[in-house]
């Protein structure tokens, strides 16, 4: 690790590498659902610490999704692709549940809703 990596992140980098995460994120399908897990509202938040670890929470659209251990370890495995990333770690919850609502108005369009 270089001597660079060792020193904490400003502020602006920290936003700069939640931005890169979140856009690997978006590459992230529910392989039943033609639209990626962060327009369906299944990212709920994603915090870039000062060692460059990053924490991402998240939901599935339901407890008994097909793709539940197959989702989270490909956006934690997406998220470590990021240059500066030190390593990712992927906290599935249930509470708030998922629902429709959370879709983005582009995830709606997509699914005709």
Do not use: F
Not at 2 to 30: A, C, F, H, W
Not at 86 to 112: C, F, I, K, Q, Y
């Amino acid at each position: 690790m270089s001597e660079q990596e060792n020193q904490p992140l400003s502020g602006i980098e920290k936003m700069v590498l939640k931005e890169q995460v979140t856009e690997q994120i978006r590459t992230v399908y529910d392989p039943e659902i033609p639209v990626n897990i962060y327009e369906l509202g299944m990212v709920y938040d994603v915090v870039v610490g000062d060692d460059r670890t990053v924490e991402i929470t998240m939901t599935l659209t339901s407890p008994s999704c097909p793709a539940a251990q197959i989702i989270p370890a490909e956006v934690r495995d997406k998220a470590e692709l990021v240059e500066g990333v030190r390593a990712a770690n992927v906290h599935v919850v249930w509470e708030p549940r998922w629902d429709p609502s959370m879709m983005s108005e582009e995830a709606r369009l997509t699914l005709g809703m």
